[in-house]
């Protein structure tokens, strides 16, 4: 009878820390986001959002004020939607510029907000088109490479 009930605390402790590891796992890959904060929900247009993913953190100065809620492709207009669910605690200037940045070299995207000047600011429903596109590598790396070739190029001549 004591051994059963040794076990049956063992495999209870396995159970938790089995989910603990999987909420652990799921908070750092930014799958899971639990906050019962009220939002507000907001669109913007980019021309390229690179690898931006639902779930990706809207910091301002560093600290997250919000979520990308989707991704989507608005092809009246061909360019990427994206909607955001912003933290009710925080408000921006209606003038607010959107631009996707990377966290570290090759790291996930996420999308930066810089406060505008406007005496009004952001409400549910509004649509910001002042907005920077992702800085994709491989454009970079190519636009370096054409350089280059144009440079030496004109060395020999």
């Not at 939002?39 to 779930?55: C, E, H, M, S, V």
């Not at 997250?64 to 360019?79: C, E, L, P, Q, T």
């Not at 996930?108 to 009004?120: F, H, K, V, W």
């Amino acid at each position: 009878m004591e051994r059963s009930r040794n076990d049956l605390w063992v495999g209870l402790f396995v159970m938790l820390a089995l989910a603990a590891l999987v909420f652990l796992a799921l908070q750092s890959a930014n799958l899971l986001t639990l906050s019962w904060q009220p939002t507000y929900r907001i669109t913007a247009r980019f021309d390229n959002i690179g690898g931006l993913k639902p779930k990706a953190a809207v910091k301002s100065a560093g600290v997250v004020v919000g979520r990308v809620a989707s991704v989507g492709f608005d092809d009246g207009i061909y360019r990427a939607s994206v909607e955001l669910d912003m933290d009710a605690r925080f408000s921006f200037p209606k003038d607010s510029s959107l631009k996707i940045l990377t966290s570290g070299l090759l790291g996930e995207q996420y999308i930066g907000i810089e406060p505008g000047a406007s005496d009004e600011n952001l409400a549910a429903g509004d649509l910001l088109n002042d907005t920077q596109s992702a800085v994709v590598l491989e454009n970079l790396i190519g636009q370096f490479l054409y350089n280059s070739a144009a440079a030496s190029g004109e060395d020999k001549k």
